[in-house]
């Protein structure tokens, strides 16, 4: 009589992953914020010398050669990437102890560009200091300055609310005498750019709506009773409101700028004439390759890449803002934001101003406008950015238990570690602990009620290792030197059997 065996069941056919978990999956990579930051700044930027190429054509050739003004900021870029390398390698805590005289030298930049023959003005604005060859613009120095330091001195953990309060007022009345020495730059493209950024890292700080208001609200009466008083910048408010209707009263004077960009923009219509085909940019449109590169990126490229631009500079927002929240170190967390929206707010102000909806500022697109020291110091921002991402907390576990990735032993990056809160060293050598930021979410797996949440998971820190190694040795040489001493007291040891030996030599060991 046969048996019959059952059948093996059928192996269940492999689930087929869609598109929206495969990119979960990369989100939820380590390492992501950091290379899709990178990513974005590099795109930007060299997307932006393409653009800078193209837009200064006409008047490098009127200069003798046509690539002149574009090989002039290709080395701007070239000096730039050095300055965002050198960001990338410094510690974190390097650059908090060096946020206040970074704001002092700040400041004495912004009271030197208002004193009688050493600042510059251009384009209605005195905020520019002369160095040989090379210009900068003291306001560009002030909006990263005021990020560091602010960054690191509302870190600070305060015992109750009252003294928390007070460090916010310091900070906040900081910020206003910078902000009153940029307005009397005549900038207000900048200070407008430069209050966005302060309110915002205010808000992720943790202080209360009721501040931003009032705070804002006296900003924002500032600013307008300054600009409603101003000649041209009275009447760049009434081309914005004619631009709203689309009825220009006349286009000669100052309306004469926005209007050529609108020609520009509905010249290039969805796909664009093509990349070095605009024809604005033959001394039809002032400023093309600065204020106004996006008109010229509208007509070149089109909708479409005018979209593309805009698009990725919301990815800069999104994974900037995203790597704030994913620190579990308070300092981290504000200087990641304060850098990514001061530098994403300048880029929406120009892209609005340049497409009609706000009033023309005179601030130039972030990475891509030609500039000289706006876009040295902003890929040097951009490096401390790219820093801060490096060490979120995941991404420093990653490196610690699988290496660095290519791209940082290339450029020769040391690997990061989780260091403690200033000032706290002393206190708490073996542990490490950091503040997460207000409103962050906690990471799977942990149980600790606190919002003190330890970071030793991380992974030893060269440091601790010493440490720990000169623990183990100085535990062991006790028991050593015991067992050493009875070794010569009693040559027999157990071997000889006696039991006064045996039981001295157990109370030894």
């Not at 019959?4 to 914020?33: E, H, K, V, Y």
């Not at 210009?135 to 509302?154: D, P, T």
């Not at 420093?396 to 000032?423: H, N, T, Y």
């Amino acid at each position: 009589m046969t048996t019959r065996t059952a059948p093996s069941p059928r192996p269940a056919p492999p689930t087929s992953r869609g598109p929206g978990q495969r990119a979960g999956d990369i989100l939820s990579r380590p390492l992501t914020d950091y290379f899709m930051i990178l990513t974005c700044v590099m795109f930007l930027t060299f997307f932006g010398l393409v653009m800078v190429a193209a837009a200064t054509i006409a008047r490098a050739g009127a200069q003798g050669s046509v690539w002149s003004l574009a090989l002039k900021q290709a080395a701007l870029v070239g000096l730039g990437l050095v300055v965002m390398w050198i960001g990338l390698k410094l510690r974190p805590g390097f650059i908090r102890r060096m946020s206040l005289p970074f704001l002092l030298i700040a400041v004495a930049l912004l009271l030197a560009t208002l004193v009688k023959g050493i600042g510059g003005q251009e384009v209605g604005s005195q905020s520019w200091l002369t160095f040989g060859p090379f210009r900068l613009q003291a306001s560009e120095v002030a909006k990263i300055a005021i990020a560091v330091w602010g960054a690191s001195y509302l870190a600070k953990k305060q015992p109750d609310e009252h003294s928390a309060a007070q460090r916010y007022l310091r900070f906040a009345f900081a910020s206003l005498l910078v902000f009153v020495l940029i307005i009397a730059q005549k900038d207000v493209g900048m200070a407008v750019v430069f209050i966005t950024m302060v309110v915002f890292v205010l808000l992720l700080a943790g202080i209360g709506w009721r501040w931003i208001i009032g705070l804002g609200g006296m900003v924002v009466a500032v600013v307008a009773a300054y600009t409603i008083s101003g000649g041209f910048r009275s009447d760049r408010l009434t081309v914005y409101v004619q631009a709203l209707s689309g009825n220009f009263s006349e286009t000669r004077s100052t309306a004469f700028q926005s209007y050529q960009g609108y020609l520009s923009l509905a010249e290039g219509g969805v796909t664009g004439v093509g990349i070095g085909q605009s024809r604005a940019k033959w001394f039809y449109l002032p400023e093309a390759q600065n204020d106004f590169i996006f008109a010229i990126i509208g007509e070149e490229t089109g909708l479409v890449g005018a979209g593309v631009v805009a698009v990725v500079y919301t990815l800069l927002l999104i994974f900037g803002l995203r790597c704030a929240l994913r620190q579990n170190d308070r300092y981290k967390a504000l200087l990641a934001g304060a850098l990514t929206l001061g530098v994403v707010s300048q880029a929406y102000i120009n892209m609005a101003y340049v497409v009609g909806l706000l009033p023309v500022t005179g601030l130039q697109l972030p990475l891509i406008s030609s500039g000289g020291s706006s876009t040295v110091i902003t890929l040097g921002a951009m490096g401390l950015l790219a820093n801060c991402a490096r060490h979120e907390p995941e991404a420093i576990a990653a490196m610690q238990s699988g290496g660095r990735p290519a791209l940082d032993r290339v450029l020769l990056l040391p690997e990061p570690w989780a260091a403690p809160p200033v000032g706290r060293a002393r206190r708490s050598r073996g542990e490490r602990t950091a503040e997460p930021l207000a409103g962050a979410p906690r990471r799977s797996g942990d149980t600790t009620s606190s919002p003190r949440q330890k970071v030793s998971s991380l992974g030893p820190t060269p440091r601790q290792r010493r440490q720990a190694t000169k623990n183990r040795s100085a535990a062991d040489t006790p028991r050593r030197v015991r067992e050493t001493t009875t070794s010569r007291a009693h040559p027999g040891g157990a071997a000889a059997g006696g039991s006064g030996h045996r039981g001295r030599g157990r109370r030894s060991s």
